[in-house]
């Protein structure tokens, strides 16, 4: 069982940076792929990017160029550093992982963070 705890969310002005941080409890972090997701307000849930066990990085394409997806193993931890935030980046932000494989599906992944807010003022 892995349980992760998002952290880093709040409130931002358009064009700002946040960075957000997932702490997991796992005794194999290294062997996980690490996701982020978000939901907005009366959307369904969206890929916003992946971080293999190699460190192999994948991105929405509404968010690639601004958003950066790291992990540091060492504190199992992965970490999730958005620039140039817009409005339409408000939601909430959960943090995934399955092991090995990263994969852009939600559904494709096993254990989930609790979410933690972003809300991007125009």
């Known amino acids: 069982q892995v349980q992760l705890v998002e952290s880093g969310g709040g409130l931002v002005q358009a064009g700002g940076s946040l960075t957000l941080s997932c702490a997991a409890s796992?005794?194999?972090?290294?062997?996980?792929?690490m996701g982020w997701f978000r939901r907005a307000p009366g959307k369904e849930r969206e890929f916003v990017a992946a971080?293999?066990?190699?460190?192999?990085?994948y991105y929405a394409g509404s968010v690639k160029g601004r958003f950066t997806i790291s992990r540091d193993n060492a504190k199992n931890t992965v970490y999730l550093q958005m620039n140039s935030l817009k409005p339409e980046d408000t939601a909430v932000y959960y943090c995934?992982?399955?092991?090995?494989?990263?994969?852009?599906?939600?559904?494709?992944?096993?254990?989930w963070g609790q979410g933690t807010q972003v809300t991007v003022s125009s």
């Open positions: 995934t992982a399955r092991l090995r494989t990263a994969a852009t599906m939600s559904g494709e992944y096993d254990y």
């Open positions: 796992a005794s194999s972090f290294s062997t996980y792929a």
């Open positions: 971080i293999d066990r190699f460190s192999v990085t």
